[in-house]
């Protein structure tokens, strides 16, 4: 039966010149549309590496077997029919396969929503199963599962969280695990953060399972994170769950989720994923990546913590942080999002040029305003003022971005501190500045903080002055451009001091 099959099918593709001519066609109407369009959304961000790797590859097969089936010559056809029609017929087989996955892909890429939520990608899962045990290869879609049925439904969160005996551990408040790639021996050439040998720790189940729009069931797992707004669970190796406090997940705060979700991805910004309802269909939260082998900024403020977590780091080093966050924050401005609740905890740091910036639901997008704020990286004028009352803009951000920076090149000094005390509201209110721009030993200071501030730079100094004492409005760019002249001069003086 099936030698009859084979043989029909050999004798239907004799007439290979109409099959070229076929093949031809589908070549010069997908070529571009499937390779150019993809690259673009790429370049955009817009495309995962995977895809990436996987539409080049195919787009080399496919043009590998164009090639060939053109290049056959005339007199081997004539004297090995056979064989050339099992050339020809392998040749469209593969053009077939290829040109259907880059068009999974394309749809995946194009229509964001059908990823894992829909019947397109259904259809894919069961033709790259198909293809996968006719070649005999591991697919990614290994440990898919699709849960229609959200009531009745145990996921592969749950089965992965049952099976597993090791544990890694959990690193401050937020998502700060040990990454499980990273060398097993640090040395201090690495700028990557020293952190402690993971311990084998319990997952307990929390036992209570949220959802997806789409149906897909997730189980919350270990508790890590506590906050005004809510907790953070983990609910796979990957990702973690933000539930909001009952009073929180309001509507407001929905619909900018979604509109988080509809905006283009910012590399260094930890933006959510999935929107997360009850039992109800009432929302409670959203899923995001889980970052590993990072610290809060705040910690590493503290000398003695950069001292313990990253020995290896230098003066330079915190400049290098201090402008990776100030970079991220003009992304943020260049797509009209304001961060409103800027402060060292929602900001994790790796390396000095790898950060994530956090808690992406509390940020203020299309005049929702944010609810929630520290008072010592507040804009003096607003301290007796509620969140909710008034819309932050860029001067609210840029004015805790540079008391975060003025606290990373002092160790975490204040900038109203003065020898004479009082609490740091008073100071703030009384825009108390304690240093002197040109005369900096003449600082009304601690000795400590005198000589961190005596190392920063008459451009530097004259900013936090403007800044904290005069409060003038400033730019973003009138920041970095002192950092990296401040840098540079600083690696002048280290090559000079080599060379000698």
Known sequence: MSSDIVNSILEYMTDYKSIF??????????????????????????????????????????SIAYYIAYTVDTELISNHTNHVDIIIAINVLIYLYSTLTLKFIWFRIVFVSYTRDGFLYDIEVIWDFFIATLLKVK??????????????????????????????????????????????NNTHSSKNLLLPKPKELIFTNNGKKVYTEAGYTYTLQKQIGFGGEGTVHIISKQQLAKIFHQDKATNEKLKKLQKFLSMRKIASVVFPEKILYDKNKKFIGYTMPQVFGVKELGVLHSKKNRERYCPNWNYIDLLDLSLAIAN???????????????????????????????????????????????????????????????????????????????????????????????????????????????????????????????????????????????????????????????????????????SK
């Open 21 to 62: 001519l076929g093949v031809q066609w589908l070549y010069n109407y997908h070529a571009w549309l499937l390779f150019l369009i993809p690259l673009a959304l790429y370049l955009f961000s817009r495309m995962s590496s995977y895809h990436w790797f996987k539409l080049l590859a195919l787009y080399i097969l496919q």
């Open 139 to 184: 697919t990614h879609f290994t440990n898919y599962k699709r849960t229609p049925q959200v009531q009745k439904t145990v996921t592969p969160v749950q089965q992965q969280f049952q099976t597993q005996t090791k544990k890694k551990q959990l690193i401050g408040n937020l998502p700060a695990v040990q990454s499980s790639k990273q060398p097993k």
């Open 328 to 498: 991220t924050l003009q992304k943020l401005h260049d797509a009209r999002i304001i961060v409103a609740d800027f402060n060292p905890r929602n900001v994790l740091v790796r390396s000095p040029k790898k950060i994530y910036f956090i808690d992406i639901d509390s940020y203020q997008v299309e005049r929702q305003p944010s609810t929630v704020g520290i008072m010592m990286y507040t804009r003096p004028i607003h301290i007796k003022k509620s969140h909710k009352e008034y819309l932050k803009n860029r001067s609210d951000d840029l004015y805790a971005l540079s008391m975060m920076i003025f606290q990373n090149l002092t160790s975490g000094g204040n900038p109203y501190t003065t020898q004479q005390g009082g609490t740091e509201e008073e100071l703030i209110k009384r825009h108390e500045f304690a240093f002197n721009v040109k005369e900096p030993h003449k600082s009304n200071a601690n000795s400590a903080l005198i000589n961190a501030w005596s190392q920063l730079s008459i451009e530097l100094r004259k900013f936090f002055e403007d800044v904290f004492r005069y409060q003038k409005p400033v730019l973003l760019s009138t920041l970095t451009q002192a950092l990296k002249a401040h840098k540079r001069s600083l690696m002048r003086v280290q090559t000079k001091t080599r």
